[in-house]
């Protein structure tokens, strides 16, 4: 059995672990409401009956969070459908899943519930410790095989950290205990550019004990693109990205919580997850040609270039880009103009919802900005 001792601070929790984390869930005081929203036709002690007798991560993730993800899509989407999985299971071998981020906690949570649906073995997931803000939350995802990916610290710290979560994801790969998912970038996508960060590679790269294209080939990197007919969170991601012109935005306390609900109880229309194919011995050793960090930025190309590719655009997106533009060029085609009449609206209904003093044609903006940022980065 591999030895994981070393890496206690960001690991994910062990069954023995996760079955006491669900037992404290189960009498935490929100969980009759959270019963309640999720499982309205149930008893509202059901969901807490349920945690208390768990006795693996497995259990949990195959009895009730299959079950909490069905409840959110039926309550908030026009459906999910996934395309290219064995993508995830070549040969049976574990993956590195590099993906776009769009929402804090659906994209790993419907990565999951795709995986799960297609016979393919849970992926343990790289999770920011920002977002461990109390017992339950940190209780939930550390019991859905989070890896803690330490923010906040030092430059010092941050390499060292880097360093082990490096070692950590490698290990877990290579020796078979797991595959690993990774968002392309720290925090969530805001403005509907999807760009992989070259530091990410380099972390990637860190525990390698071959050559660039030894290290590269066998963590298996395969990437993928979640897209959401409404973008989660839209109308915040709007105000911060508005905000952050003026000067650093800072977040308020528990404002990473409220995007979280936010993004699980908004309205999410259609919802597609396209599994691309995994980075080629050829990329790869085309990409260990190169010197120093150009072989980094051959590699997010490739990688960029997939996400992009795999994106699935929806007529939300079309729209966005012509209200940007100011143009008609996809009306007939891919929306009508009784659509158009309609996105606007929900444009106006969404903004409305935000502070009085933020200007609002700027807000309207980058909010059009947003959906209309995939088509223009084709």
Same mark, same amino acid.
């Given at each position: ?28 005081? %929100? ?15 059901? +969901? ?11 259990? %949990? ?29 070549? #040969? ?49 995802? #550390? ?23 490096? #070692? ?32 990410? +590679? ?9 050559? %660039? ?67 080629? =011995? ?11 960090? =150009? ?11 997939? &996400? ?13 880009? =012509? ?46 900005? &947003? ?8």
């Amino acid at each position: 059995m591999t030895d994981f001792s070393e890496f206690e601070d960001i690991r994910p929790y062990s069954d023995e672990e996760a079955v006491e984390a669900l037992k404290r869930v189960s009498r935490h005081p %929100f969980l009759p409401m959270i019963s309640k929203y999720l499982f309205p036709n149930n008893s509202v002690d059901s +969901l807490a009956k349920l945690l208390r007798n768990m006795h693996s991560i497995d259990e %949990f993730q195959r009895v009730v969070m299959v079950d909490v993800v069905h409840a959110v899509l039926a309550k908030t989407s026009e459906g999910y459908t996934f395309n290219g999985m064995s993508n995830l299971n070549k #040969k049976g071998k574990k993956v590195l899943a590099v993906s776009n981020h769009r929402d804090i906690v659906l994209d790993p949570a419907l990565i999951l519930y795709a995986m799960h649906d297609s016979g393919i073995p849970f992926a343990e997931l790289c999770v920011g410790s920002n977002l461990l803000q109390n017992s339950l939350i940190e209780d939930l995802m #550390k019991s859905n095989r989070m890896i803690k990916v330490i923010r906040g610290i030092s430059a010092r710290q941050m390499y060292l950290n880097s360093q082990t979560l490096s #070692k950590y994801i490698r290990q877990t790969i290579t020796s078979g205990t797991a595959s690993v998912w990774v968002a392309q970038k720290e925090g969530r996508t805001k403005n509907g550019l999807d760009k992989t960060e070259q530091g990410l +590679l380099k972390m990637f790269d860190m525990s390698g004990e071959g050559s %660039f294209e030894e290290n590269s080939k066998e963590l298996n990197i395969v990437p993928l693109s979640i897209s959401y007919e409404y973008e989660p969170c839209d109308s915040r991601k709007a105000r911060e990205l508005l905000l952050s012109q003026s000067g650093p935005y800072v977040k308020k306390p528990k404002e990473d919580l409220h995007s979280i609900l936010t993004g699980i109880r908004q309205h999410k229309g259609h919802i597609h997850l396209e599994v691309g194919k995994p980075l080629s =011995d050829a990329e790869i050793a085309e990409a260990a040609k190169q010197s120093g960090n =150009d072989r980094y930025q051959y590699l997010r190309g490739v990688l960029d270039q997939r &996400i992009r590719g795999g994106y699935k655009l929806w007529k939300t997106n079309y729209m966005g880009y =012509d209200l940007m533009h100011g143009t008609h060029e996809f009306l007939g085609v891919k929306y009508l103009p009784e659509d158009i009449e309609q996105f606007k609206a929900y444009t106006e209904h969404k903004l409305a919802k935000l502070e009085r003093r933020l200007k609002r044609d700027a807000l309207r903006d980058i909010f059009w900005h &947003i959906y209309g940022n995939p088509v223009e980065q084709l």
